[in-house]
């Protein structure tokens, strides 16, 4: 079986869902599921709906209380009061929270199992990525880290090295909190800067516990407003040489949407066609340094219409071995029910028009003048020594 990708899925995860005012709909998961059906990709991978994480598993990085705190707010959202972050604007409570929280943590952890024990090579749970749950409490629209709670599974099944890499707008700070003072985990966030977005941190000289897990943390902090060409020459100036010395055993990424121009909660400017650039250059990586072990996993995006559904279907198109091209058309099936579900149009092409996107390389050098370029420096100055690496 090994080398076939896995899909995680069970339609219950939909139920993740903070109310219609909220934007993390779950319709972008619904569409998302749609289109990797309308393109016949559920057909090339398998598609594994894995058990709800428990209880013993949340402990891996969940606080007793926290997970206690859920349950409550889970039965009866009204008692919600803001503690833990639950009943807040960003993580209001509803009913069945801890279970479809739990439900969407299982498929990551699931995914993380299947790719340890060779069941298959890749393995892709887009309604996961939810990467600013910390141990001990919501934040950000996430409950229950799955990212988190899949590395740690890794880790139990005996995993020595795992790169986390995070390329969601905003910092992947609750995988960074969980794994700060372990070696064993190389996390690595390229995000909009802290300056001018949630979570606020995420600097460069956030590096990991002192001590042996010295340099196991790596911020790349990008001024608002990055566009394509600064966005993936960024994460070629710092990813592969990071992995290239850690060698995972596994690859973790996170592709929240958001760096997308349309999306509406950030100041990036970033098309599709990159983001496909960066899925595709994640894929190569595990290949190259972590013997194809690849769980990839979705995160933010709230152009839910526009932009989350095709980002993720190129995403696991990718982890299929069957690469959509830009160019292509969008099924019009898919187009139709787009527009009955959400009186909205849907995009007509699985391209932003920007393939191919170019880029110049770090090696060949760099304008110590320019804010893109400053950024990068910031983070290989601040992490690379720590690894043995030159600035
Ligand atoms: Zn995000």
Redesign the pocket.
């Known amino acids: 079986m090994s080398g076939r990708a896995q899909l995680m899925w069970d339609e219950a995860v939909t139920g993740y869902d903070f109310g219609p005012e909220h934007p993390m709909d779950p319709v972008r998961l619904a569409l998302t599921r749609s289109l990797v059906g309308a393109f016949g990709l559920d057909r090339e991978v398998e598609v594994v709906a894995a058990k709800r994480a428990g209880d013993s598993t949340l402990r891996l990085v969940h606080r007793e209380d926290y997970v206690d705190a859920v349950k409550a707010a889970s039965a009866d959202p009204a008692s919600a009061d803001g503690s833990y972050g639950l009943g807040t604007p960003d993580d209001p409570a509803f009913a069945g929270m801890h279970e479809v929280s739990a439900l969407i943590a299982g498929q990551s952890v699931g995914a993380a199992e299947a790719v340890w024990r060779g069941e298959a090579l890749h393995a892709v749970n887009f309604a996961g990525g939810l990467h600013h749950a910390m141990p001990g409490s919501a934040s950000g629209f996430c409950i229950y880290n799955d990212a988190s709670l899949a590395i740690a599974r890794l880790l139990e099944l005996g995993a020595e090295r795992i790169a986390y890499v995070d390329v969601?707008?905003?910092h992947g700070d609750g995988v960074q909190a969980s794994f700060w003072d372990d070696p064993r985990v190389l996390t690595i966030s390229m995000h909009e800067h802290p300056r001018t977005l949630f979570p606020q941190t995420g600097w460069p000289e956030e590096t990991g516990a002192a001590g042996a897990a010295e340099g196991s943390a790596v911020n790349v902090a990008l001024p608002a407003g990055t566009g394509d060409a600064g966005w993936v020459r960024a994460f070629h100036a710092v990813v592969p040489e990071l992995l290239a010395e850690f060698r995972p055993q596994v690859l973790v990424t996170q592709h929240?949407a958001?760096t997308h121009f349309e999306d509406p909660l950030?100041h990036l400017a970033v098309s599709l066609d990159a983001q496909r650039a960066v899925q595709v250059a994640c894929h190569e990586l595990a290949h190259s340094y972590a013997e194809g072990r690849w769980v990839a996993l979705g995160?933010?995006g709230y152009a839910v219409v526009d932009v989350v559904p095709r980002s993720w279907t190129h995403l696991t198109a990718i982890a299929a071995g069957r690469e959509i091209e830009p160019a292509e058309m969008i099924p019009e099936a898919w187009r139709q029910e787009v527009f009955a579900r959400t009186r909205q149009l849907a995009p007509a092409r699985m391209s932003d028009g920007r393939w191919p996107v170019s880029w110049a390389d770090w090696s060949e050098g760099y304008d110590p003048a320019d804010r893109l370029d400053q950024a990068v420096l910031a983070a290989r100055r601040a992490a690379f020594p720590l690894r043995g690496l030159l600035p």
């Open positions: 969601d707008v905003h929240g958001d950030a995160g933010g």
